[in-house]
């Protein structure tokens, strides 16, 4: 009987060198395999996702590994179980570029347009560049796009979105691969 729980394993603190290190010695000192992970910097603080794998421990348990981190580098760390994945997306892979001055709605009408069209998002960066007084939004997403969706003027219909939103957008097509 295969007793391998999957958690997810969130973090944030005030960015500093060294959290990765920590974190995963955490890991690797307990035999956690680190299946998947994404970490950025949002506005000065270090954020970062693990999604992590080991048999016979529960989410009481690995939070419980964790403590003595929290405390001593002030990391807000949050544990949970995780049920099977689902199916990975099939399709073409596009990123989708949309910049322009800042203003509220931006990310919620693009990914609105996208959820309506069944437009899977992969990830979502967003960023505010420029200067205090000339801000300007820069938003990334990859998407896939069904190949069912091909040719039905998703395109358009996103780079009349951003046009009415007085934003830019760029619109191409990925290679992708797996490791």
Same mark, same amino acid.
């Given at each position: 009987?295969?007793?391998?729980?999957?958690?997810?394993?969130?973090?944030?603190?005030?960015?500093?060198?060294?959290?990765?290190?920590?974190?995963?010695?955490?890991?690797?000192?307990?035999?956690?395999?680190?299946?998947?992970?994404?970490?950025?910097?949002?506005?000065?603080?270090?954020?970062?996702?693990?999604?992590?794998?080991?048999?016979?421990? $529960? $989410?009481?348990?690995?939070?419980?590994?964790?403590?003595?981190?929290?405390? $001593?580098?002030?990391?807000?760390?949050?544990?949970?179980?995780?049920?099977?994945?689902?199916?990975?997306?099939?399709?073409?892979?596009?990123?989708?570029?949309?910049? #322009?001055?800042?203003?509220?709605?931006?990310?919620?009408?693009?990914?609105?347009?996208?959820?309506?069209?069944?437009?899977?998002?992969?990830?979502?960066?967003?960023?505010?560049?420029?200067?205090?007084?000339?801000?300007?939004?820069?938003?990334?997403?990859?998407?896939?796009?069904?190949?069912?969706?091909? #040719?039905?003027?998703?395109?358009?219909?996103?780079?009349?979105?951003?046009?009415?939103?007085?934003?830019?957008?760029?619109?191409?097509?990925?290679? $992708?691969?797996?490791?």
């Amino acid at each position: 009987m295969n007793n391998k729980n999957i958690f997810a394993v969130t973090l944030i603190a005030a960015d500093r060198p060294g959290i990765v290190a920590a974190v995963s010695k955490i890991f690797f000192e307990n035999s956690f395999n680190i299946e998947d992970s994404s970490s950025t910097l949002l506005q000065g603080f270090f954020s970062a996702i693990f999604i992590v794998s080991k048999e016979g421990i $529960t $989410t009481g348990g690995v939070k419980k590994l964790f403590m003595p981190l929290e405390k $001593t580098m002030n990391i807000d760390i949050q544990v949970q179980e995780m049920s099977e994945a689902g199916v990975r997306p099939i399709g073409e892979h596009y990123i989708i570029s949309v910049y #322009g001055s800042d203003k509220p709605g931006i990310v919620n009408k693009v990914a609105e347009y996208l959820a309506n069209k069944e437009i899977n998002i992969l990830d979502l960066q967003t960023k505010v560049a420029g200067s205090e007084k000339s801000p300007i939004y820069l938003m990334v997403l990859e998407v896939v796009i069904d190949p069912q969706m091909m #040719g039905t003027g998703w395109e358009d219909d996103l780079k009349k979105i951003s046009r009415d939103m007085g934003t830019d957008v760029n619109i191409r097509q990925i290679e $992708t691969y797996e490791f």
